[in-house]
């Protein structure tokens, strides 16, 4: 199984960046997918969740600037990223879980937001 992330970059503050994350491989039901973030020097923390119903979760930080969604029939995560700050530079990784509990990792897309 791998998963292919892509869309990261450099921006300014105030800007707005779209992640994407594809899952390929056998691999069976996926019952959540999400992202995670890890600045310098930091945990690695949740960004946001989806489930196979769509039901979201968000980290405090990202509330209300980040959505989620995912494409099922293609194993597709997207991330979009608004309103974007210096303190959202990190490297992104995508999260894969699934119904018999088997969990993927991404290798990351790092995100650097400065002027």
């Known amino acids: 199984v791998q998963l292919q992330a892509s869309g990261g970059g450099l921006v300014q503050p105030g800007g707005s960046l779209r992640l994407s994350c594809a899952a390929s491989?056998?691999?069976?039901?996926?019952?959540?997918m999400g992202w995670y973030r890890q600045a310098a020097g930091q945990k690695r923390e949740l960004v946001a969740i989806i489930t196979s119903i769509s039901t979201t979760n968000y980290g405090d930080s990202v509330k209300g600037r980040f959505t989620i969604s995912r494409v099922n029939v293609e194993n597709t995560v997207y991330l979009q990223m608004t309103s974007l700050k210096p303190e959202d530079t990190a490297i992104y990784y995508c999260n894969v879980r699934t119904w018999s509990r088997a969990e993927y990792w991404g290798k990351g897309t790092q995100v650097t937001v400065s002027s």
């Open positions: 491989g056998t691999i069976s039901s996926i019952k959540d």
